[in-house]
C-alpha cells in the first residue's frame, strides 16, 4: 500500500490513504494546492487520478461535518463514468481492506440525467458529496435558480481539452465563479495532441475554465520514467509477415493512395506542402484536408470530394485488410463495389481489379474445362464450341496472427500443465482476490483486440479451430449471396443482362461468365469444404523455437525508419532518421469530413456486449490438465478495467495500441509495489505493415504535443488571477466591479483605465432578457447569449426555441436539422405555430464558423427548379407562410448580435406567456383556453386562401362572417366594409357565389 498523500492546502481534509504510484500522488498535490488543468500522457490513469479527487471529497465530508458542498463531475463519458466508479471501489478495497466491515462508508457517485426531476436534484446536490451531472443539467439548475454556485466545493471536468469559450463546461465554471470564489475548479485530460492541435488552445482553455496553472505529465518525465520503469514488464514481440496475396493487395492500395494524392496535389484549392502518401495513412490526413476545403466545400469539383472520399475508403482497407478473415474482407470488397459503383474513381484503377482478383483468390479458386461431346454429335465439331464447365474450389487463407496466437496460448497452457500453474497476481499481492474465473485455477491470458469483432472471431478460432471457422465462414458467405440476389451477370448464369452495364462491372472487379452460377450451385449443394483445400496457408505456424523474441537490446528498425524498442522490458520511441513520417498523425477519433464523404463500414459482431473468455483445458488441442483461462479486452469498448479485474500473468497484444501499453505499465508497476511477479506483455505485429507505424506515430505525435506544450506555457498570457479571469459577476450573472484586493498591484490598473472609468451600476449596460427552451442549452448558442449580457430564462418551449420579445419568436436551425425537418414538414408545423402565436415569427439558420457560409454549392443548383430541392422548400415554407422572416447566421457571435438587433425598442418577453403559448388548455382556464379551444384552425386556413384575403384583413373577416358558412352569406358591401376595399371584397364575393353546376354536369 502506498503512503498516504499529505494535503497542506487550508482547505485539506485529514490525510487520506490513497494506493496511488508517487507520480500520481504528486500530481494529486498539484491540484489539490492549486486549481489547474492537468495534462497526461495517455494511458497514465486519468481515472484514478478523478476517482482520487472523489474520494478525498468523501473523507472531508465524512471528517468534518461543518463542510457542505457537492464535487460535481463534467464532460465524462458513459464509459469514464463506469470507469470512475469502478477505480473508487477498487480503490476503496485496497485501502479498507483488514478493516471491520461497516467502518468506512464505501464511497458512491450518483449521476443526474434527464430522468431525474428537478425537486430529486436539489435533495441530490444538497446531500451527496460527489456527483455525475451533465453540463446541460447543471447550466439550468444554475440558472433556474434551484443551485447556485456558493452551494457547491468545486467541479471536476474531464475531457478539458474539449473546452472551448462557447461550451457548456465554460459556461458552467462561469455561473459557478460568479458566486463561489473559493471552490476548486479542476480540469483532466490524456489527449495532449488535441490540446496542441490549435493555436494557443492550452490558453483558451484555461481562460475557459478560469484557472492559470497547467501541469505537464508525460510519460518522459522523470518521476514517470522511474516508477514505470522500476520494475518493467516482461515485453517480447513476436512478428509475423505478410503472406503473398496479402503483401500484393497492401502494395495495389499503396498505389491506389500514391495515385489519389497525385490528384489531391493537383487541386488549386488545397496546400498540398505537407500532402504524402505516408500521410494518407493516418486519420490525421482527413484532418488536413477538412481544415482546408471546410470553407469553400461548396466551391469544390465533384471529382475532388469523390478522391478525398476514397483516400478515406482506401486507409479503411489497409486497416481491415490486416485486422479481418480472407472472407469477410472479400465479402465487404463486394458491398464497397455494389454501393460506390460507378461514382467511386478508384474502382475504375488497374491496382482495383488487382486487389479484388488477389481478395477472391485468397477465398476460392475458379477451374474451367470443357464439357464432354455428347454422343453422336459431329466429330469435326470444333473444340471451342462446346459450353465451358467452372468449378469453384475453396481457398479460405487464414490470417497469420491466428497461428501465433495459438502458438502463444499452447505455450502458456503447456508450463502451466508442467509447473502447476502460476499463483495469480492479485492473490500474490496478499489480497485474496485470485484470477481464476469460472472455477477454472491457474492465470488469467489476456487477449486485446480492437473491436468486438475481432474479439469474437477469435473466440470462434480458439473455441472451433481456424479451418472449421473458416469454412464456417465460407458457408454463410454463400448463403448470403444466395438470399440477397446478386447484379445482373448473376441471374443469367454468368451472362450479363443486355441493359446491364457489364464492361464497367469488369473493370470494377465483376465477375467472369459462369462464375456466379458455380458460386450458387455451391451454395445450393451445401458447399462442402475439403480439409485439404483450406491447408494452403503461405505462413507456415511458429513453433515455439521459432517465435521472434528481443529482450534488453533494441530491435532493427522497421521499414519506415520507426521502430518499437524494448529497454528492460518497456516501450520506447526510437529516434527517427531522415526519412521518419515526421508529419504523420497518430490513430485519433475520427472527426468527419466536410458533407458528401462516406462513412466508414465496420462488420460488428453479432452477439451484443463483452465477448466471454473460455478456459484453456477446453480449447481443442489443448493439454486436458491445462490451468487458466483466455479472456478478451475490446479497445474500441474502453473496458480497460477487465485488466483489474482478471489480474492476468500474461497478456497478448493483438493489435498495439498506445494508451493500452501505457495502462500495462501502470498495472504492472502498482502490482509489482505489492509484491507481484512482472507482467508478461506479447505484442504481435505484421512486418512491412502500416499497424507498428501508426503505433509508432502516436508515440511520436504524443511527444511532440507534450513539447509543444512544454513551450507554449513558458509564454503563455493569463490574467493576473483566477478571479479576474472570472469575468466579475454577480449572483445573477451582471458585471459588478472587481475588488481592490483582488487587483494585482502595478499596471493591473489599466485595465479600468488607470482608475478613471467606472465599474459600478452606472456603468453596466442594461441586461437583457431572453426565454429559451431547454432543449437549447445542448448547443453552444445560450453561453454565448449569457456572455453577450443577456439574462437566460430557461423554461420548456411547445413553440420556438427562443423568445426575444412578446412579439418575436426564433426557430433555430443548423443546416443538417434544416435539411431534416423541412423533409419531414416538421418546420411547416413549426411555423405555422409560431405565426399562430407572435406576430414576427423568425426562422434562424445558423452556420458554423469554419464552414462556407453558402446554403448549397452553386453546381447543385441546376437550370430547373427542383421540387424536393432545399431552395424549392424553402419558398414554400415562405409563401404558405408570409409573415415568416429569414435570418442568416455565419457564426454564434453574429447571432447574439442579430438578436440584440431584434429585441431593441422591443418589450421584454413574459416567460410564462411563453410557456403556455401552444400548450393545449382545457375551457374554462381563461380567455387563453377560450382561444386556444374556440378557434377553427383549418377553417382559418382556407379563409387565408380565398382571393382577396390577406393578413391585414383577416380578422375583420373572421369577426364579420363568424363561420366560413355565415362568410358565404354577407353582401359584397359588407364584405368591402369589412376588407376595407371593394376590390378584394368583389374578387372575394365572386369567388364565393360562382356557379359549379356545368362543372358538376361533367363529372
Known amino acids: 500500500m502506498a503512503d498516504p498523500v499529505l494535503l497542506s492546502a487550508p482547505e485539506a481534509p485529514p490525510p487520506c490513504d490513497i494506493p496511488l504510484l508517487p507520480f500520481q500522488l504528486a500530481l494529486l498535490d498539484d491540484l489539490v494546492q492549486e486549481d489547474g488543468v492537468a495534462v497526461l500522457a495517455s494511458g497514465l490513469g486519468l481515472a484514478q487520478i478523478a476517482a482520487a479527487l472523489i474520494r478525498l471529497q468523501h473523507a472531508r465530508r465524512a ?75 447543471l447550466v439550468v439548475d444554475f440558472l433556474g435558480g434551484r443551485l447556485a454556485g456558493r452551494d457547491l466545493a468545486g467541479l471536476l471536468i474531464l475531457n478539458a481539452h474539449r473546452v472551448s469559450d462557447a461550451c457548456g463546461e465554460a459556461f458552467a465554471a462561469r455561473l459557478f465563479r460568479a458566486t463561489n470564489r473559493a471552490g476548486s475548479v479542476r480540469g483532466l485530460t490524456d489527449a495532449a495532441p488535441a490540446l496542441a492541435a490549435d493555436f494557443n488552445r492550452a490558453e483558451k482553455v484555461l481562460k475557459a475554465l478560469f484557472v492559470r496553472r497547467v501541469h505537464l505529465w508525460p510519460r518522459f518525465q522523470s518521476q514517470v520514467r522511474a516508477d514505470l520503469e522500476a520494475a518493467p514488464p516482461e515485453v517480447t514481440e513476436v512478428s509475423q509477415g505478410l503472406t503473398v496475396g496479402m503483401a500484393a493487395m497492401y502494395d495495389a492500395l499503396a498505389q491506389l493512395m500514391d495515385a489519389c494524392v497525385k490528384e489531391v496535389r493537383k487541386s488549386n ?142 505455450e502458456a497452457a503447456q508450463e502451466g500443465a508442467a509447473g502447476g500453474g502460476e499463483v495469480g497476481r492479485e492473490d500474490a499481492a496478499g489480497t485474496g482476490n485470485t484470477s481464476s ?190 490451468r487458466g483461462r483466455v479472456d478478451f479486452l475490446v479497445l ?131 441586461r437583457r432578457r431572453v426565454v429559451v427552451d431547454v432543449r437549447e442549452f445542448m448547443s453552444p448558442l445560450p453561453a454565448v447569449l449569457h456572455a453577450a449580457g443577456c439574462d437566460l430564462v430557461p423554461l420548456t418551449l411547445e413553440v420556438g426555441d427562443y423568445v426575444l420579445s412578446a412579439s418575436c419568436c426564433v426557430e433555430r436551425k443548423a443546416i443538417p436539422d434544416l435539411r431534416a425537418s423541412l423533409a419531414s414538414g416538421r418546420l411547416f408545423a413549426q411555423a405555422e405555430a409560431m405565426a399562430r402565436h407572435y406576430a414576427t415569427p423568425v426562422l434562424l439558420i445558423e452556420f458554423e464558423g469554419d464552414r462556407a457560409f453558402a446554403l448549397q454549392a452553386a453546381g447543385e443548383v441546376g437550370d430547373e427548379p427542383r421540387l424536393h430541392s432545399l431552395m424549392a422548400r424553402l419558398v414554400l415554407l415562405t409563401l404558405h407562410h408570409p409573415r415568416l422572416r429569414l435570418v442568416w447566421s455565419r457564426s454564434l457571435h453574429a447571432t447574439a448580435a442579430t438578436f440584440a438587433a431584434l429585441k431593441a425598442n422591443q418589450e421584454e418577453p413574459d416567460p410564462v406567456a411563453a410557456a403556455t403559448a401552444g400548450v393545449p388548455l382545457e375551457a374554462g382556464e381563461g380567455a387563453t383556453a377560450d382561444r386556444e379551444t374556440l378557434v377553427n384552425r383549418p377553417a382559418m386556413d382556407v379563409l387565408r386562401r380565398l382571393p382577396g384575403v390577406t393578413e391585414g384583413n383577416l380578422r375583420p373577416l373572421m369577426r364579420a362572417g363568424g363561420s366560413l358558412a355565415g362568410l358565404a352569406k354577407l353582401s359584397e358591401a359588407e364584405l368591402a366594409e369589412a376588407m376595407g376595399g371593394a376590390v378584394a371584397a368583389r374578387k372575394l364575393k365572386s369567388f364565393l357565389a360562382q356557379d359549379c353546376r356545368a362543372l358538376f354536369r361533367m363529372l
Open 636 to 766: 474500441e469498448e474502453h473496458d480497460e478495467r477487465l485488466v483489474w479485474e482478471r489480474a492476468p500473468g500474461s497478456v497478448i497484444m493483438y493489435d498495439p495500441d498506445v494508451a493500452l501499453t501505457r495502462q500495462l505499465e501502470l498495472y504492472n508497476a502498482m502490482q509489482t509495489r505489492a509484491g507481484a511477479p512482472p507482467l508478461h506483455v506479447f505484442v504481435l505485429r505484421y512486418e512491412e505493415s502500416v499497424e507498428m507505424d501508426r503505433f509508432q506515430a502516436g508515440l511520436e505525435r504524443e511527444r511532440r504535443a507534450f513539447e509543444s506544450l512544454i513551450r507554449s506555457k513558458e509564454v503563455m498570457s493569463l490574467p493576473t488571477t483566477a478571479h479576474d479571469a472570472a469575468a466579475a459577476l454577480d449572483a445573477a450573472g451582471r458585471p459588478i466591479a472587481v475588488p481592490a484586493p483582488l487587483l494585482a498591484p502595478g499596471n493591473a490598473a489599466t485595465r479600468t483605465a488607470g482608475g478613471r472609468a467606472s465599474t459600478g451600476a452606472a456603468a453596466r449596460p442594461a
Open 269 to 410: 484549392k488545397i496546400d498540398a506542402t505537407d500532402l504524402t502518401l505516408e500521410q494518407g495513412l493516418f486519420r490525421s490526413f482527413d484532418d488536413i484536408i477538412r481544415r482546408q476545403l471546410n470553407p469553400i466545400w461548396h466551391t469544390v469539383g465533384p471529382r475532388t470530394k469523390q478522391i478525398v472520399a476514397d483516400l478515406r475508403t482506401l486507409r479503411t482497407l489497409a486497416t481491415y485488410l490486416l485486422r479481418f478473415d480472407a472472407v469477410t474482407f472479400f465479402s465487404y470488397l463486394e458491398t464497397l463495389r455494389a454501393t460506390e459503383g460507378t461514382n467511386s474513381v478508384w474502382l475504375f484503377h488497374s491496382a482495383a481489379h488487382t486487389i479484388f482478383e488477389v481478395a477472391k483468390s485468397r477465398v476460392y479458386s475458379v477451374a474451367r474445362g470443357l464439357t464432354p461431346a455428347k454422343r453422336g454429335s459431329d466429330a469435326g465439331q470444333a473444340t471451342g464450341s462446346r459450353p465451358a464447365t467452372v468449378t469453384v474450389t475453396p481457398v479460405l487463407e487464414p490470417q497469420p496472427k491466428w497461428a501465433l496466437l495459438l502458438d502463444l496460448l499452447l
Open 63 to 137: 471528517t468534518d461535518p461543518t463542510q457542505t458542498g457537492a464535487l460535481l463531475v463534467l464532460g465524462a463519458t458513459q464509459w469514464q463514468r463506469e470507469g470512475i466508479r469502478h477505480e473508487v471501489a477498487r480503490q476503496e478495497c485496497e485501502v479498507t481492506a483488514g478493516v471491520a466491515a461497516g467502518a468506512v462508508p464505501s464511497p458512491t457517485v450518483p449521476e443526474i440525467t434527464a430522468q431525474v426531476p428537478a425537486a430529486e436534484r436539489g435533495a441530490l446536490y444538497a446531500a451527496a458529496p460527489c456527483l455525475f451531472v451533465t453540463t446541460r443539467i
Open 437 to 626: 474465473l469460472g472455477g477454472a485455477a491457474g492465470p488469467t491470458v489476456l487477449v486485446a483486440c480492437q473491436d468486438a469483432f475481432t474479439a469474437s472471431q477469435l473466440r470462434e478460432v480458439l473455441t472451433r479451430g481456424a479451418d472449421a471457422h473458416m469454412q464456417h465462414m465460407w458457408r454463410e458467405y454463400l448463403a448470403q449471396r444466395a438470399a440477397s440476389g446478386r447484379p445482373a451477370q448473376d441471374q443469367h448464369g454468368g451472362r450479363p443482362d443486355p441493359g446491364s452495364n457489364m464492361g464497367s462491372a469488369r473493370m470494377m472487379g465483376g465477375m467472369p461468365a459462369g462464375e456466379a452460377a458455380a458460386l450458387a450451385a455451391a451454395a445450393k449443394h451445401g458447399a462442402g469444404v475439403d480439409p485439404a483445400a483450406t491447408g494452403q496457408n503461405p505462413s507456415k505456424r511458429r513453433g515455439k523455437g521459432e517465435l521472434e523474441r528481443r529482450g534488453a537490446r533494441a530491435p532493427e528498425n522497421l521499414a519506415r525508419s520507426l521502430a518499437v524498442r524494448v529497454t528492460r522490458g518497456s516501450f520506447d520511441v526510437a529516434e527517427a532518421g531522415p526519412g521518419s513520417l515526421e508529419a504523420a498523425g497518430g490513430d485519433e477519433d475520427e472527426d468527419a469530413l466536410p458533407p458528401g464523404t462516406e462513412s466508414e463500414r465496420q462488420p460488428r459482431a453479432s452477439g451484443e456486449g463483452a465477448v466471454s473468455g473460455v478456459a484453456l483445458a477446453d480449447l481443442p488441442g489443448f493439454p486436458p490438465g491445462a
